[in-house]
């Protein structure tokens, strides 16, 4: 598959996305003790949604109206309502769309630490300057409220040009004992599910406490079919995992799904409101489950 990220931004998968990854911080941050917000496949940090219509040589369809612009105006649940309000005041227009970079970066506290991986040179040097940076270009929304004296986050992410599975490996287990990892390569390679797979497994016995969101697409020819039997098959922790279908004989992307390995308690009741929100909103069916039940 190959999912080019700048093409698709602001789309229904990444609604899905970052309305579930802002929950899951939210959640985790009702606990004091500070914790690791790692993004394994981080890329650009934010994207012009303007530029996705004029694809690589002609004109495209873009995907955002049928995303980001679906609930742009539209009444939620609390959750639906916290996103809104942070792409809303990153780009009021919506001429611009953030990424998963930006919101944990936005997000963290103090006591917490961002951890941004990027292993393309060309989306990590935009990755710097559009988010790792107090210096960020002067043009991009976060830079102009810093000089503005503004709220700035409360502490720059660390930016590393690498593998985001290897990192797995290098910053697991974290000096700060709890962590929200969010995996979410652009499954372009052909091994990318086996990959996945073995990079879970041994982050999870490096880490086995850690909280994990793993988002992945739903296509016609991928594994996603079997991806949560393939998890359930396994070892895990408590395990719950969300869907979201909106073109089902499409032969490209049909919808996607995350699933949080030891999601935090009080996650799952607002994730399933959320989640059965986005179906109605963007005409897609929904499925929620216990891959593993809690104990």
């Not at 931004?9 to 790692?38: C, E, M, S, W, Y």
């Not at 609930?71 to 809104?84: I, N, R, S, T």
């Not at 951890?115 to 559009?130: M, R």
Request: charged share 20%.
């Amino acid at each position: 598959m190959n999912y080019r990220h700048h093409f698709h931004a602001g789309n229904f998968a990444d609604v899905l996305k970052h309305t579930l990854l802002v929950q899951l911080i939210r959640v985790l941050q009702r606990k004091p003790k500070g914790l690791l917000l790692l993004d394994t496949h981080a890329g650009r940090g934010w994207y012009d949604l303007a530029a996705a219509e004029k694809g690589d040589s002609l004109p495209r369809q873009p995907e955002h109206p049928q995303g980001i612009g679906r609930v742009w105006g539209q009444a939620g649940p609390e959750p639906l309502a916290d996103y809104l309000t942070l792409v809303k005041g990153f780009s009021p227009d919506l001429s611009r769309y953030p990424g998963s970079p930006w919101f944990l970066r936005e997000l963290a506290r103090p006591e917490d630490r961002v951890v941004l991986c990027e292993l393309q040179p060309e989306e990590c040097e935009e990755l710097s300057i559009n988010v790792g940076s107090p210096f960020a270009q002067a043009s991009g929304p976060s830079s102009a409220k810093a000089s503005e004296g503004g709220r700035r986050p409360a502490r720059w992410p660390i930016i590393q040009n690498v593998d985001g599975y290897q990192a797995l490996k290098a910053l697991l287990p974290p000096p700060e004992r709890r962590a929200l990892v969010l995996i979410d390569p652009p499954f372009e390679a052909p091994d990318e599910w086996d990959r996945l797979m073995a990079a879970l497994a041994d982050a999870l016995r490096r880490f086995p406490s850690g909280t994990y969101a793993l988002w992945y697409p739903v296509t016609e020819r991928s594994r996603s079919a079997s991806f949560w039997a393939d998890l359930a098959s396994t070892s895990l922790p408590p395990t719950w995992a969300g869907r979201l279908v909106v073109a089902p004989d499409s032969p490209g992307l049909r919808g996607c799904g995350l699933v949080v390995i030891n999601p935090p308690w009080g996650f799952e009741a607002p994730a399933s409101e959320l989640l059965a929100a986005l179906g109605r909103s963007l005409g897609g069916t929904v499925e929620t489950r216990w891959i593993k039940p809690e104990r």
